[in-house]
């Protein structure tokens, strides 16, 4: 077993099933080290998870278990794509989207969920560069969507 995994083992976590697409595109597209990962929403196992607009109905710790739920869906799709997590060198980036209310200003402490979990599970190979924005709708009504590029071996 990979140290990636016995980590996740250690903490509790189970990676979903990876998503399938919702259109024309692919999930995830590796360019020399690069692996680029196509938005990941708050979708497991067929269903939404987290929905919602961030500041309205929902709390911010509602909004930063929306992003540990997408940055576990990135983790499933990358290690579908080259079939080991070990093999993720660094995340250069992360950019997350924020489902808020108008004037929501707090984005960055919910993308903290994703990030902090990242951090939690690849340690250091985890930390990244990240954009965190609000906007006025998601896909599905999801509370967040999180796009990355992960540098791999």
């Known amino acids: 077993m990979s140290q990636t995994n016995d980590r996740l083992v250690e903490l509790g976590i189970e990676l979903p099933t990876a998503p399938a697409p919702a259109g024309n595109y692919v999930p995830a597209m590796q360019v020399g080290k690069l692996l680029y990962l196509s938005g990941a929403i708050c979708f497991v196992n067929g269903e939404m998870t987290h929905t919602g607009k961030i500041g309205e109905s929902r709390d911010i710790a509602y909004g930063q278990a929306a992003a540990r739920v997408c940055a576990l869906n990135l983790l499933a799709v990358a290690n579908e794509q080259i079939g080991d997590l070990d093999k993720i060198s660094r995340i250069v980036q992360l950019n997350g989207f924020v489902n808020g209310i108008p004037g929501f200003a707090d984005s960055p402490v ?8 990242l951090v939690e599970i690849l340690g250091d190979r ?11 709708g998601l896909p599905k009504d999801s509370s967040v969507e999180i ?5 791999v071996a």
């Open 147 to 151: 796009q990355a590029i992960f540098e």
């Open 110 to 117: 919910v993308i903290n969920g994703a990030s902090d979990t």
């Open 126 to 136: 985890g930390r990244h560069t990240r954009a965190a924005v609000a906007v006025t």
